[in-house]
């Protein structure tokens, strides 16, 4: 099926290092969402954006909406170990009918203390 | 509240078996999506219930069917498994349609030997 594109698949940064990340498609979306998957477990909503251009913050992690709506961006200021895990990006076209997310490959975080 | 709950933890099957997997929303939400994730991948969207019926599917099989109870609780079927269906497999539930504020569960993981 059809993936959003993610890269590079892994990521090493040093703690207190600034880190950012990108997501592109094919398609347009309407929304844009950022998952962070620990192991074991399922992936947790880290932020939402609804509109292209859009700047949303959650505490150290800012996430934007891209303009041409074909990409998302999320940055990771002043890292730390609790940081490690996969991150996701997923596009959405979402109206009355369609409510299908399409999720990306992630990329693997991995912070040196 | 016990968020998304799903079992079993981890279920071992050969091929040609069949399986089922069940998924308890978190309270407050109607609607449940099931996702498979292959290792190394993203989340890729299989199906979504609301009001008890398949609202949309992904690009899965007809071996891959569902169901949906009136407690809002869900089960997943998988037919004729094949070694290609190894995967955790994620339920996911949100409140009406909004799959953008979705929460997932931890998972199951399915191997098929």
């Known amino acids: 099926g059809q993936q959003l594109n993610q890269s590079p698949q892994s990521m090493f940064i040093q703690e207190g290092e600034d880190v950012s990340m990108n997501c592109t498609s094919s398609s347009i979306f309407n929304t844009w969402l950022w998952y962070k998957q620990d192991p074991g477990e399922g992936p947790v909503l880290l932020i939402a954006?609804?509109?292209?251009?859009e700047l949303t913050s959650n505490g150290r992690l800012t996430a934007q909406f891209g303009i041409t709506r074909k990409d998302s961006f999320l940055n990771i200021s002043a890292s730390i170990p609790s940081d490690v895990g996969i991150y996701f990006c997923?596009?959405?076209?979402?109206?009355?009918?369609?409510?299908?997310?399409?999720f990306g490959k992630g990329i693997t975080l991995s912070v040196r203390p | 509240d016990a968020g998304v709950t799903q079992s079993p933890t981890h279920l071992i099957k050969t091929r040609g078996q069949q399986v089922t997997l069940r998924c308890s929303p978190k309270?407050?939400?109607?609607?449940v999506s099931w996702y498979q994730q292959a290792l190394g991948q993203g989340p890729q969207f299989i199906f979504q219930y609301y009001e008890e019926e398949e609202r949309q599917r992904g690009n899965f099989p007809d071996r891959f069917s569902g169901h949906q109870f009136p407690n809002y609780s869900s089960e997943l079927n998988v037919n004729a498994l094949l070694l290609g269906d190894s995967a955790l497999y994620l339920c996911a539930s949100n409140p009406g349609r909004r799959t953008d504020t979705q929460y997932f569960g931890p998972g199951t993981r399915l191997t098929v030997l």
């Open positions: 997923a596009g959405a076209m979402l109206t009355g009918a369609n409510s299908k997310l399409t």
């Open positions: 309270s407050g939400h109607d609607t």
């Open positions: 954006l609804y509109k292209a251009g």
